[in-house]
């Protein structure tokens, strides 16, 4: 069955779930202002931490006709609730990736693998 906003329940309210999703968006566009510094101080090259910026955004391209089709099918706050959860999680263990990288000296290999991998999943 395909909902539109119409059939979205009376009453509903779209306005927090955007105050998320700026939310979720000012947290990743951080990322991007404090990888720099992190990196240097981590010994990631400059490429890695581009690649791990870049990443979320090629995720986030790739998978929005998905998130679309799922909207379109299971109703737009469903889906961006899911999604604002996906992202919250995602973005934590990126935060433990990087407090936990500082503070344990855990190699660039692997915090580099974690970036990549945590900056898909949020994208």
Do not use: Y
């Amino acid at each position: 069955m395909i909902r539109s906003p119409a059939h979205e329940p009376p009453g509903f309210d779209i306005r927090p779930l955007l105050v998320a999703n700026c939310t979720c968006t000012m947290a990743m566009m951080a990322f991007v202002s404090l990888i720099g510094p992190i990196a240097r101080q981590i010994g990631l090259t400059a490429s890695q931490a581009g690649v791990a910026t870049t990443v979320g955004g090629l995720m986030w391209m790739f998978s929005a006709p998905r998130w679309g089709r799922q909207a379109d099918l299971r109703g737009r706050r469903v889906v961006l609730l899911a999604a604002i959860s996906g992202f919250t999680l995602f973005h934590t263990l990126l935060c433990a990736l990087l407090v936990g990288s500082l503070s344990l000296s855990l190699g660039a290999t692997a915090v580099f693998a974690g970036l990549v991998v945590t900056r898909g999943a949020m994208g």
